[in-house]
């Protein structure tokens, strides 16, 4: 069966990249723009894996992770962090909230492939 994941993300551009790399690689993709509709999407779409966008309008990535982690429900679902910001102290602050992995963009394909790969299979 296939793994499915859902990516977070407001740039359109790196959904579309992101996709096409990982239905590629025979997982089932849902992409989404908006951050304030992830935690209800997670829910209905039941990812393996969340590849979170840091950095959303309206509402940060951390927080969602943070939002996922007390949630029984959506604190089983594993969270790829990314983020083009990356700074000092930033991947032990992501990690801290809950995250199980950590890219700084721009990503190396095969590092992407290897981190989706390391925590889903």
Do not use: C, W
Not at 17 to 46: I, K, N, P, W
Not at 86 to 115: C, H, N, R
């Amino acid at each position: 069966m296939r793994k499915k994941v859902m990516i977070v993300e407001d740039n359109e551009l790196n959904i579309e990249l992101f996709t096409d790399l990982l239905r590629a690689h025979q997982f089932t993709v849902e992409g989404v723009r908006d951050g304030q509709l992830v935690l209800e999407l997670v829910l209905s779409f039941a990812p393996d894996l969340v590849i979170m966008d840091i950095q959303l309008p309206h509402v940060s990535g951390i927080d969602l992770i943070e939002a996922m982690q007390k949630d029984a429900a959506l604190s089983v679902v594993p969270v790829l962090a990314v983020t083009a910001y990356a700074g000092k102290g930033d991947e032990e602050y992501i990690m801290a909230a809950g995250a199980k992995g950590y890219l700084s963009k721009p990503l190396s394909v095969m590092k992407f492939l290897e981190a989706v790969r390391g925590i889903i299979g």
